[in-house]
């Protein structure tokens, strides 16, 4: 086996961990807002995504799926996220997001962070939305068993290397589909 071979099958593997911790507040609180067809988080960024070389590769695999003039949209919305960088801004949109329809576009590929973003907490940082916060301060989600997302990122850095910025990533990469996107 490969080390890429390897490093895909350990982000399955956290992958499905993840979806068992989200099933689970799913399944215990059926009014939980994050759910196919909310895209409130992807509009209000803190930063912009960041992804271990591992879930750059998966992301990767999912972009060169998508149609040409899809990948030109993305790279497009990619160099204006670098301009929102550069100019301070505070919030940023993903660029991954279909603006349009609300929908991930690479969704079977989106990094951790996105599969954990409602569902996890930072101890530093309540990392969910104003739809999640209010609820929280309402008491609606007392007793809910919310996912570590500090050990999930100190977990993907040591399996995977430290994460870079989207930004980043995209500035060194090639549309060659017979690259790796490095």
Known sequence: MTDREGARRRLVVLHERIAERTAAILDAQPSWPCRKGCDTCCHRLARPPELTPAEWAELWEGFLAL???????????????????VRGARLFVCPMLARESGACLVYAHRPAACRMYGFY?????????????????????????????DAVEREFAQAFGAP????????????DPSADGR
């Open 67 to 85: 149609e040409p003039d899809t990948r030109r949209q993305i790279r497009a919305r990619v160099t204006e996220l670098a301009a929102d960088v």
């Open 121 to 149: 907490v930072s101890r530093g940082e309540g990392r969910y939305c104003d739809l999640i916060h209010e609820r929280v301060s309402r008491g609606d989600f007392d007793g809910v068993l919310w996912g570590n997302h």
């Open 164 to 175: 870079i910025s989207i930004v980043a990533w995209f500035e060194q990469a090639t549309d």
